[in-house]
């Protein structure tokens, strides 16, 4: 039994490094949306490749953040303190 403590307690230190990591993509993706939007207005010209970089980030971020969402629930019991 405590060998699957342990288990479940290395998962949700991986969970809580994957949370962290999303926090850090979702603030990526805010500066790159926002550049680009100043790059737009003011010099009336865009780059598609920075459109691509923010939708796979958005992408990342949507698939990650589940990880978290699931580990905020009751559902993730060996955790004491929320997961943020």
């Not at 405590?2 to 962290?20: E, F, Y």
């Not at 500066?31 to 920075?50: C, P």
């Not at 589940?66 to 993730?76: G, Q």
């Amino acid at each position: 039994m405590n060998t699957l403590l342990a288990g479940s307690r290395w998962i949700d230190a991986i969970n809580a490094r994957v949370g962290k990591l999303t926090g850090w993509l979702i603030l990526l993706t805010t500066l790159i949306s926002a550049g680009n939007a100043l790059v737009r207005k003011i010099f009336d010209t865009s780059s598609n490749a920075l459109l691509e970089v923010q939708w796979y980030l958005f992408a990342a971020v949507f698939l990650l953040v589940r990880v978290t969402a699931f580990c905020a629930t009751p559902m993730c019991a060996s955790t004491s303190s929320p997961v943020v």
